[in-house]
């Protein structure tokens, strides 16, 4: 198993009359892309300051790559890329000096590093704009880029596909896949748009109201949201009998309504069909029935809910 | 803390706002010069269009620099504040302690280097337009030994107040808050112990240690149109001022540093 570039134990964050964050245990493991998940005010963005170091935990604690000591937590920073809700620039300077600056700031070496991010990101011809005239995708691309500077080998990012339009949207998850195969970038990366999350993800963490319902790789997930089959038959017993002799190993439930649930088809549906008529058994209904990770986290949602 | 230091000097440098501050308040002292000038010239029996008189409008209002050093932060890192700066060289491994001090550094060394070419712009111009008296021993230099010596001396709390404003800024974050802070601290509290001085001895003896206080009282108090004097003229008045500010700095580095540590920054 990779080790943890982040880990999270007990973080708890409260203000006032709202706890944003209560116990929060998340793991984010080297080569990982971990999709935090959660609607708004679930402390989505809370947990990913304190992580940047903007903001501090009430209780627990955090350990970023390996390191617990509050000074080297932060000098350890230095090794990752953020963009937390929105991109902080001077809205005065052109995008060019504001990645300058920060490029001084860090200690990053050659003033090629600039453009190149620029490059990487799409936004070079921009690059002599002033930061208040860019739109909102193009700040997006902005943030991303600053992310980038000195090639970090954690990328954690809030929401990074908001504002961007569809090519936009693609250009980002093309580039964040290829970040993290080539370049090994870990990447952190909270969203509510779940469709985006589940096309890159290697990891999710399921987060609702402060509390994390659920941490889970994208393989279990997908293993837990596999399709299962409905059979409306005119014999179901006697189809049990045929499936526990023609393919062995098949998980399947007797349901009411003369209905069989195959739970992990190995099959296409299909051939589960022709199975019926092959032994003369009438198929009166045969549904196909897939849970996306949309309806997935709503599940675990209305589960806490309980 | 030197990347850090060198970043903000990159982006001092290629921003506006320092030229427009500098260049605003040299052109009002200039102005200040001209007007006089104007009168002196155009106004028969105005008697106050003198190398001396102009230098005296600003000896005695020092605390002018401390204004001058409260608008080059408050113009300069709002910005940060208002747009989420900071929170990207938080994010970027940069150490809290490391950036105030960086930027107290910074933003000091800018403060008195716009104070002395908006000085440089004063001097020059009152030398060129206005009137004095160089067969009077004295007369034409100095006047300008009590300002540059007066400068000197309050450079110290120019630098607390930069300190100051900065701490506050941490503590904060709102220009508005920022300004009532300063405000309070520079120029109420000084008042309050200087007007309870008149009942209570001790409130005047620590009064007396504060800077907007003696660079008031101690100063105008000793002006006349003949004679010239100041507080910073005498070593012990010199050194006053230079403790003063010593102190300011640590007081307010401390809080400066005490409040930016755990702070959140939105």
Same mark, same amino acid.
């Given at each position: 198993?990779?080790? @943890?570039?982040?880990? @999270?134990?007990?973080?708890?964050?409260?203000?006032?009359?709202? *706890?944003?964050?209560?116990?929060?245990?998340?793991?984010?493991?080297?080569?990982?892309?971990?999709?935090?998940?959660?609607?708004?005010?679930?402390?989505?963005?809370?947990?990913?300051?304190?992580? @940047?170091?903007?903001?501090?935990?009430?209780?627990?604690?955090?350990?970023?790559?390996?390191?617990?000591?509050?000074?080297?937590?932060?000098?350890?920073?230095?090794?990752?890329? @953020?963009?937390?809700?929105?991109?902080?620039?001077?809205?005065?300077?052109?995008?060019?000096?504001?990645?300058?600056?920060?490029?001084?700031?860090?200690?990053?070496?050659?003033?090629? *590093?600039?453009?190149?991010?620029?490059? *990487?990101?799409?936004?070079?011809?921009?690059?002599?704009?002033?930061?208040?005239?860019?739109?909102?995708?193009?700040?997006?691309?902005?943030?991303?880029?600053?992310?980038?500077?000195?090639?970090?080998?954690?990328?954690?990012l809030d929401e990074p596909i908001n504002g961007l339009d569809p090519s936009g949207i693609i250009e980002m998850r093309e580039l964040l896949l290829k970040l993290n195969q080539e370049k090994r970038i870990t990447i952190l990366l909270s969203s509510h748009i779940l469709s985006e999350l589940e096309q890159i993800a290697t990891m999710y963490g399921f987060l609702s109201r402060g509390v994390v319902l659920e941490e889970i790789s994208a393989q279990a997930l997908r293993e837990k949201c596999a399709g299962c089959i409905d059979l409306r038959l005119t014999e179901p017993e006697k189809y049990a009998a045929v499936l526990e002799k023609e393919l062995p190993g098949t998980a399947y439930q007797v349901l009411q309504d003369q209905t069989i649930r195959i739970t992990n088809p190995g099959q296409e549906s299909a051939r589960y069909g022709r199975l019926a008529y092959e032994h003369g058994i009438g198929v009166q209904g045969l549904d196909e029935r897939h849970m996306s990770l949309e309806d997935y986290y709503v599940n675990i949602k209305n589960r806490g809910k309980l | 803390m030197a990347n850090y230091m060198k970043s903000e000097c990159y982006r001092i440098l290629h921003e506006k706002t320092i030229y427009l501050l500098t260049l605003t308040m040299a052109s009002l002292l200039v102005l200040m010069n001209v007007v006089l000038y104007l009168f002196s010239a155009y106004a028969p029996g105005f008697y106050y269009?003198?190398?001396?008189?102009?230098?005296?409008? !600003?000896?005695?209002?020092? &605390?002018?620099?401390?204004?001058?050093?409260?608008?080059?932060?408050?113009?300069?890192?709002?910005? &940060?504040?208002?747009?989420? %700066?900071?929170?990207?060289?938080?994010?970027?491994?940069?150490?809290?302690?490391?950036?105030?001090?960086?930027?107290?550094?910074?933003?000091?060394?800018?403060?008195?280097?716009?104070?002395?070419?908006?000085?440089?712009?004063?001097?020059?111009?009152?030398?060129?337009?206005? &009137?004095?008296?160089?067969?009077?021993?004295?007369?034409?230099?100095?006047?300008?030994? %009590?300002?540059?010596?007066?400068?000197?001396? =309050?450079?110290?709390?120019? /630098?607390?107040?930069?300190?100051?404003?900065?701490? !506050?800024? =941490?503590?904060?974050?709102?220009?508005?808050? %920022?300004?009532?802070?300063?405000?309070?601290?520079?120029? /109420?509290?000084?008042?309050?112990?200087?007007?309870?001085?008149?009942?209570?001895?001790?409130?005047?003896?620590?009064?007396?240690?504060?800077?907007?206080?003696?660079?008031?009282? &101690?100063?105008?108090?000793?002006?006349?149109?003949?004679?010239?004097?100041?507080?910073?003229m005498h070593p012990e008045g010199f050194l006053k001022e230079m403790i003063a500010g010593a102190v300011g700095i640590v007081l307010f580095g401390a809080l400066g540093i005490w409040g930016f540590r755990k702070k959140d920054i939105a």
């Amino acid at each position: 198993m990779n080790e @943890a570039v982040i880990e @999270a134990r007990d973080i708890t964050k409260q203000y006032k009359n709202l *706890t944003a964050l209560d116990h929060v245990d998340i793991t984010v493991r080297r080569g990982e892309i971990y999709g935090l998940i959660g609607d708004n005010g679930a402390g989505k963005s809370t947990f990913l300051k304190i992580v @940047a170091g903007q903001i501090f935990p009430t209780g627990g604690y955090l350990r970023l790559f390996g390191n617990e000591d509050e000074k080297a937590v932060q000098k350890s920073r230095s090794r990752m890329g @953020a963009l937390v809700e929105n991109a902080g620039f001077f809205p005065k300077m052109s995008v060019e000096k504001n990645l300058e600056y920060y490029r001084i700031q860090r200690g990053i070496p050659g003033k090629e *590093t600039v453009e190149s991010v620029l490059r *990487t990101v799409n936004l070079l011809e921009k690059r002599r704009v002033k930061c208040e005239k860019l739109s909102m995708g193009m700040k997006q691309r902005f943030g991303l880029a600053l992310a980038l500077l000195g090639e970090p080998e954690l990328l954690m990012l809030d929401e990074p596909i908001n504002g961007l339009d569809p090519s936009g949207i693609i250009e980002m998850r093309e580039l964040l896949l290829k970040l993290n195969q080539e370049k090994r970038i870990t990447i952190l990366l909270s969203s509510h748009i779940l469709s985006e999350l589940e096309q890159i993800a290697t990891m999710y963490g399921f987060l609702s109201r402060g509390v994390v319902l659920e941490e889970i790789s994208a393989q279990a997930l997908r293993e837990k949201c596999a399709g299962c089959i409905d059979l409306r038959l005119t014999e179901p017993e006697k189809y049990a009998a045929v499936l526990e002799k023609e393919l062995p190993g098949t998980a399947y439930q007797v349901l009411q309504d003369q209905t069989i649930r195959i739970t992990n088809p190995g099959q296409e549906s299909a051939r589960y069909g022709r199975l019926a008529y092959e032994h003369g058994i009438g198929v009166q209904g045969l549904d196909e029935r897939h849970m996306s990770l949309e309806d997935y986290y709503v599940n675990i949602k209305n589960r806490g809910k309980l | 803390m030197a990347n850090y230091m060198k970043s903000e000097c990159y982006r001092i440098l290629h921003e506006k706002t320092i030229y427009l501050l500098t260049l605003t308040m040299a052109s009002l002292l200039v102005l200040m010069n001209v007007v006089l000038y104007l009168f002196s010239a155009y106004a028969p029996g105005f008697y106050y269009g003198t190398l001396r008189f102009s230098f005296i409008m !600003l000896i005695s209002d020092m &605390e002018v620099f401390y204004i001058g050093a409260f608008l080059v932060v408050m113009l300069l890192s709002s910005d &940060e504040y208002k747009n989420g %700066v900071l929170k990207n060289a938080v994010a970027g491994g940069i150490n809290r302690v490391h950036m105030f001090i960086g930027k107290c550094i910074v933003y000091g060394i800018t403060a008195m280097v716009s104070a002395a070419l908006i000085l440089a712009a004063f001097i020059s111009t009152a030398y060129l337009l206005l &009137e004095t008296d160089f067969s009077i021993p004295l007369e034409s230099t100095l006047p300008l030994k %009590v300002l540059l010596l007066g400068a000197a001396a =309050n450079v110290p709390f120019s /630098l607390a107040t930069v300190v100051l404003t900065m701490a !506050l800024y =941490n503590i904060f974050q709102k220009d508005a808050q %920022v300004g009532i802070g300063c405000a309070v601290i520079m120029y /109420l509290i000084p008042t309050a112990f200087r007007l309870l001085g008149f009942q209570i001895p001790i409130c005047a003896r620590i009064a007396a240690w504060m800077p907007w206080n003696f660079v008031k009282t &101690e100063v105008s108090a000793a002006f006349s149109i003949i004679q010239m004097d100041a507080l910073w003229m005498h070593p012990e008045g010199f050194l006053k001022e230079m403790i003063a500010g010593a102190v300011g700095i640590v007081l307010f580095g401390a809080l400066g540093i005490w409040g930016f540590r755990k702070k959140d920054i939105a």
